[in-house]
T-cell receptor, first 112, second 111 residues
């Protein structure tokens, strides 16, 4: 059973606009969340993370928002650039655990 | 460091054949993970090791799958016998604390 869900398999956005990628989780024990980015023929690479003690974490053009009551997080990319086109995976874990549970990914296409 | 190194990058084999995927983690990392990527399930954890010891293999789909880590710099994932439904991209990842570093993956096609 998927504990981390990304219900949008794909998203297309115009260059310069905001990209919003969504993620839901079911396990209330999860308290650390990450986003990974994956280009074709490459492994996923870490992008940004957030701990459950926060509701927002920002790193340059990337911001992750966490809504614990809704068990929902989102990744905002502003402004979107063509180089952001990739598959984005949401992941979650519990404190003290070492494995990550991943979603199915969202393919983002930024149109020049 | 060269990062996590996986081989082969691509493997095409026939049903019933044995497949061995290899992984060299980043030096100094004491956790090693094997993930499988499919369209339906995304990245699913198969097994992970800590200090060469298997910690959780509950994600290994069947007895046809086995994984070993004979030393800190090498791990294998073996499928015997392979089946068409095993076709996927298999990723190895290593970590010290927190963030996982992934290899480029091994794309397996079982005909």
């Amino acid at each position: 059973d998927q504990q981390v869900k990304q219900n949008s398999p794909s998203l297309s956005v115009q260059e310069g606009r905001i990209s919003i990628l969504n993620c839901d989780y079911t396990n209330s024990m999860f308290d650390y969340f990450l986003w990974y980015k994956k280009y074709p023929a490459e492994g996923p690479t870490f992008l940004i993370s957030i701990s459950s003690i926060k509701d927002k974490n920002e790193d340059g053009r990337f911001t992750v928002f966490l809504n614990k009551s809704a068990k929902h997080l989102s990744l905002h990319i502003v402004p979107s650039q063509p180089g952001d086109s990739a598959v984005y995976f949401c992941a979650a874990s519990e404190t003290g655990a070492n494995n990550l549970f991943f979603g199915t990914g969202t393919r983002l296409t930024v149109i020049p | 460091d060269a990062g996590v190194i996986q081989s082969p990058r691509h493997e095409v084999t026939e049903m019933g054949q044995e497949v061995t995927l290899r992984c060299k983690p980043i030096s100094g990392h004491d956790y090693l993970f094997w993930y499988r990527q499919t369209m339906m399930r995304g990245l699913e954890l198969l097994i992970y090791f800590n200090n060469n010891v298997p910690i959780d293999d509950s994600g290994m789909p069947e007895d046809r799958f086995s994984a070993k880590m004979p030393n800190a710099s090498f791990s294998t994932l073996k499928i015997q016998p392979s089946e068409p439904r095993d076709s996927a991209v298999y990723f190895c990842a290593s970590s010290l604390v927190g963030e996982l570093f992934f290899g480029e993956g091994s794309r397996l096609t079982v005909l």
